[in-house]
């Protein structure tokens, strides 16, 4: 008992400003919901004609939940519960293979093994944690629902279910730490199931049977076999049933036996699911730097042109929907309208504000491209290749390039897409130049974060990757919830993103781009400039 | 000769640790140089200096005579190195990283010659390319840099700590390569803290010690600095006689007398004046022993090394 007191509290050492920061950051993002909710769908019919839209839609309802009624709670219920889940689940995810599978890949597992505390305790106490950290993130949400002011029993509920669902991929993650070698592989599984889960509630909303009033879904049988559906199906606000959640936690203790079974049968350092293995020789393509970089990058760029794909599609093809709105709900459309950017006609916003995200996206990948440059060098590999006769300078000059063409490829993902979304619509003629203008016009933020990051590996190696999020993020923030949230200008206008051109109608101002490009290419400059005195900086 | 690596005053510091506190290096071409100190001493640290991988904080460094931190690049087409530490992509495969390190380091102009290079090396370090990075063990890391290194032709090849990790069959291995390049002609700098590895393969050592040079030169300049042990069978001679003729050598000191054989130490430059008196002893099984590079560490680093009775010297290879 002492070695599982020792090894849980060695992890909540290890994580406690990490998981502070995702448990505050969830409550605020569910603080935050909750005052946008009251502000801009204040009454019960706005409500009821935006669940009325969604339900016949259908597809919106992929994306935010299930119609259970107008009144305020079950609203908001149906717009963030799933969101709120989905970083729960990535919570869970993360946590469970920081402390299981990339212990035993970094051999440090094999340390503790060896000692008393034996096999088993690290997993019970990484167990632990992430159920606690789960009724942690239920408790705050739920405070957090109530302070925005929601009625309490509800709100305990919502949280339940958040809790609940965070649990559920607390076993995941920890099967898939069982099965696979690495901790990318883990974590790849592990989100999988978390996005996974999303979809099929997703799916099962889309396709349930709405009442006659539109304003209830009975979802299909897909919701059934997701943990985020089961915490939907708790009906918070209105029914307040907590029996779905007795499947989660079922479904928990099942895969928690059969992980300890797993764990009994198989060596440290193992997975179920053994390694391949690859070419004895290396191709063509691994003939320089460039190509390494270009390896090393590769499959993070086609997981971030699939999101950028995905949410092309979702613009244009949701385009159409808006469009219809504004026939059929001119009020909503008007405060839609106004929250958006007046002036434009409500597809045109919804485009623009549609590929800002998008924007978002494309700045997220290029950030990852100067991570990957900090990851290398703190691996240590990023030292033979400079042994040999690669100069630094050029090496880092590689990686921009190399994020250039992530940028563009995002880009070009959700340009293709969105233009596939439209080309069934009505209005394509109108669409193709406006898709066309919103992609381009999110090239420049995306090369200034590019930027960016490149200098921060530069000026401040160790803090590379801790900055290159922390700046996107924030910046993202700042640029799409800072209106929304009723912040002033100038705060607003510090995030880069505020400053992407905004394709709405004829006269386009194009100069914030010109801008962007500027600072992003003589960022990208002086960072391979400074390269030339920069010496290599190991880990620690 | 010329001088291939020359390091006079090296100096660094990272914040507030003195990694190198005046560090003097010279490596000669054609030679096999030996760079030994305990762990922390400032081996990797020096390397990468001389890699231009990192700055000095103040004296001088030279690799073919240029500045190593200037012309890295163009230096590097000359240098083989493998790191104390090898990392591999966790995506690529052992084959694809040997590959790779030896395209990077512009040795594989002659395709032919370098496929065979490299498939006689991993027949005799018996290694399976096939595997992804993060499936190798240390030892195999470890082989994919030296494959790697081996693979192209260097003027100059720096081994940071080379054989950790590696087992004593693979030791052989290794140094029968090291072998093949010195005898090639290539200069050898051979960083190491394990001192049989040095004794069997260097021409010259230099010995550092907190970032300090506190000795240079042959083996054989080196061992006087340490005593001969001198032992033979003492059945039948009367203890006390033989400790008052042993007494009346000049040079002999620290006579025992155990288990039936009796031992003392002699200044390695004056074994030759004790000889004679051996032989008018008539004595029987005399052994004569060099002094070892551990007895050469004991003295140098004998004070830290009392103080950590606990650890010992040869186990010591981590
Ligand atoms: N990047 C660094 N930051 C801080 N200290 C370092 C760094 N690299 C080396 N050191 C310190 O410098 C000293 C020499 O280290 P190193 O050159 O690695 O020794 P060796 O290779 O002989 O074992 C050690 O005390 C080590 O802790
Ligand atoms: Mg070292």
Not at chain 1, 73 to 82: E, P, S
Not at chain 1, 268 to 279: D, V
Not at chain 2, 6 to 19: C, E, Y
Not at chain 2, 113 to 137: C, H, I, N, T
Request: aromatic share 6%; with cysteine.
């Amino acid at each position: 008992m002492t070695a599982f007191g020792t090894l849980l509290r060695q992890r909540l050492r290890r994580d406690r400003l990490q998981l502070a920061l995702w448990l505050v950051g969830t409550a605020l993002l569910a603080y935050s919901s909750v005052a946008a909710v009251a502000d801009t769908y204040g009454s019960e019919s706005e409500r009821s004609e935006i669940l009325q839209l969604a339900t016949a839609s259908r597809t919106i309802l992929v994306f935010r939940g299930t119609p259970n009624g107008p009144e305020l709670g079950a609203f908001l219920f149906f717009q963030i519960f799933a969101w709120l889940a989905l970083m729960g689940g990535l919570m869970s995810t993360f946590l469970v293979t920081r402390h299981t599978r990339a212990e035993e890949e970094q051999g440090r597992a094999e340390l503790i093994a060896a000692t008393p505390a034996g096999r088993v305790a690290p997993t019970v106490a990484t167990l632990v944690l992430g159920v606690l950290a789960n009724l942690a993130l239920g408790a705050l949400v739920a405070l957090a629902f109530i302070v925005g002011g929601l009625e309490a029993a509800g709100s305990w509920v919502a949280g339940a279910a958040i809790a609940a669902s965070g649990i559920a991929f607390v076993a995941i993650g920890l099967l898939a730490a069982q099965l696979f070698r690495t901790s990318r592989g883990a974590n790849g599984a592990g989100v999988a199931a978390v996005v996974g889960a999303y979809l099929l509630r997703g799916i099962g909303d889309a396709s349930g049977t709405p009442s006659s009033d539109l304003l209830h879904v009975t979802p299909a049988w897909p919701s059934l076999l997701s943990p985020i559906g089961w915490g939907q199906a708790t009906g918070a606000y209105v029914e307040n049933d907590v029996a779905p959640l007795m499947l989660a936690l079922g479904f928990t203790a099942v895969l928690v036996g059969v992980v300890f079974w797993l764990q009994s049968v198989r060596d440290q350092g193992a997975s179920l699911l053994p390694g391949r293995n690859g070419r004895a020789a290396a191709g063509p393509a691994l003939s320089n730097s460039f190509g390494l970089a270009w390896r090393l990058n590769v499959s993070t760029l086609i997981a971030w042109a699939v999101g950028g794909a995905v949410a092309g599609l979702t613009a244009s093809s949701l385009s159409e929907l808006v469009a219809q709105l504004g026939g059929e709900a001119p009020e909503i459309a008007d405060t839609l309208q106004a929250a958006l950017g007046g002036g434009a006609t409500l597809e045109q916003a919804f485009i623009a504000t549609f590929f800002g995200i998008i924007g978002v996206l494309a700045a997220c990948s290029a950030v990852q491209v100067g991570i990957r440059a900090r990851q290398e060098e703190a691996h240590g590999t990023a030292e033979q290749v400079l042994a040999t006769a690669v100069p630094r300078t050029r090496w880092l000059l590689e990686y921009w390039f190399v994020g250039v063409i992530v940028i563009v490829v995002v880009l070009a993902a959700a340009w293709l897409a969105g233009l596939a979304g439209a080309a069934t619509s009505d209005g394509a003629d109108e669409l193709v130049p406006l898709i066309s203008q919103a992609a381009l016009a999110q090239l420049p933020v995306s090369l200034v974060f590019l930027g960016l990051v490149l200098l921060a590996f530069v000026w401040m190696p160790r803090l590379t990757i801790v900055l290159g999020w922390v700046l996107v993020g924030g910046a993202a923030i700042l640029g799409t919830f800072g209106p929304l949230l009723g912040a002033p200008d100038w705060l607003t206008d510090l995030s880069p993103f505020t400053h992407s051109p905004v394709p709405t109608g004829d006269d386009v101002d194009w100069a914030g781009g010109f801008w962007m490009l500027a600072i992003g290419l003589v960022a990208a400059a002086l960072a391979v400039a400074s390269m030339r005195r920069r010496e290599l900086t190991t880990a620690g | 000769m010329t001088t291939v690596i020359s390091a006079a005053g090296l100096q660094k510091r990272f914040g507030r640790t003195v990694a190198l506190d005046g560090l003097d290096l010279d490596v000669q071409s054609g030679e096999v140089h030996g760079f030994l100190g305990p762990n922390g001493a400032g081996k990797s640290t020096t390397i990468r200096i001389l890699l231009g991988l990192a700055r000095t904080s103040g004296g001088t460094a030279a690799l073919f005579g240029e500045n190593p931190w200037k012309h890295a690049a163009e230096l590097h087409r000359r240098v083989a190195y493998v790191p104390g530490d090898v990392s591999l992509w966790p995506n690529l495969t052992g084959g694809e990283a040997i590959d790779l390190l030896a395209r990077l380091r512009g040795g594989t102009g002659d395709r032919a010659g370098y496929a065979a290079r490299k498939q006689r090396l991993l027949e005799v370090f018996d290694f399976d390319p096939r595997k992804k990075g993060r499936a190798y063990s240390k030892g195999n890391r470890q082989k994919v840099a030296l494959i790697a290194a081996f693979a192209t032709p260097a003027e100059l090849y720096i081994l940071d700590e080379p054989t950790s990790g590696l087992d004593p069959l693979m030791e052989q291995v290794f140094n029968r390569e090291i072998a093949r390049v010195a005898g090639e002609g290539a200069t050898v700098l051979l960083s190491s803290h394990i001192l049989s590895e040095v004794e069997e393969l260097c021409d010259r050592v230099s010995i550092i010690r907190a970032g300090k040079t506190v000795e240079s030169g042959t083996l054989a300049e080196l061992r006087h600095l340490t005593r001969t042990e001198i032992a033979f069978a003492a059945d039948g001679l009367d203890p006390a006689a033989l400790a008052a003729e042993i007494d009346r050598i000049p040079d002999a000191h620290d006579l025992v007398i155990d288990h039936g054989r009796a031992s003392f130490t002699v200044d390695s430059d004056r074994v030759a004046s004790v000889l004679p008196e051996l032989t008018r002893l008539e004595v029987r099984a005399l052994t004569v022993s060099p002094p070892s590079l551990e007895e050469l560490f004991l003295r140098h680093y004998g004070d830290e090394l009392t103080e950590r009775v606990a650890e010992p010297v040869e186990g010591a290879r981590a």
